[in-house]
């Protein structure tokens, strides 16, 4: 059961990724035009306003993606003193404290969206962007993260209390290690 889920949370993570690279592409391409329509004497106007909207969306839903993946930052060097299951523990201490972390920041969004759905609120600035358009995307990101990270740890601690302590090293351990495994 474990197993599947990472292997269910780590496809669908892939799916995501791929579509906020395209989320990227897209926004790549709209401000190389805006850039050559002001060399023409033209402007789309606004595609800095969109850039920042479009990392904001993107860095919240690709969270997911990098903590599966192994590719937060880990500060090691007391793990790589321990044994294995020393390691497990330290690991299994990351994702709970990086769980209540991203909860803590998911439900932080929601005042921030609640507020600029009731007040209708536009951005301040010549494109008036209805802020809940751009909102409501990143809190499900936040949202998805928070729930990847739930479930990563739930599935991480079952690996290990069933003594698979090497499958659990893998989904959740450092990646400098996962390298050096065979």
Not at 3 to 29: D, H, Q, S, W
Not at 119 to 130: F, G, M, Q, V
Request: charged share 15%; net charge positive; with cysteine.
């Amino acid at each position: 059961m474990a197993r599947k889920t990472l292997f269910v949370l780590r496809r669908l993570n892939r799916m995501i990724a791929v579509v906020v690279g395209l989320l990227f592409l897209l926004c790549a391409a709209t401000v190389l035009v805006d850039i050559v329509l002001r060399r023409l004497g033209a402007s789309f106007g606004g595609t800095d306003e969109i850039s920042g909207y479009v990392m904001a969306i993107a860095s919240a839903w690709g969270m997911g993606f990098a903590m599966l993946e192994l590719a937060h930052v880990r500060i090691d060097i007391l793990r790589a003193q321990v044994n294995r299951i020393g390691r497990c523990v330290l690991d299994l201490f990351a994702m709970l404290v990086l769980s209540g972390t991203i909860s803590a920041i998911a439900v932080g969004c929601w005042p921030v969206v609640e507020r600029s759905l009731r007040n209708a609120s536009r951005a301040n600035t010549p494109l008036e962007t209805p802020l809940a358009l751009v909102q409501v995307p990143w809190l499900a990101g936040w949202v998805w993260f928070a729930v990847m990270a739930w479930l990563t740890f739930v599935a991480a601690l079952v690996l290990v209390l069933q003594g698979r302590f090497e499958e659990s090293e893998f989904a959740i351990g450092a990646f400098a290690e996962q390298e050096a495994m065979p």
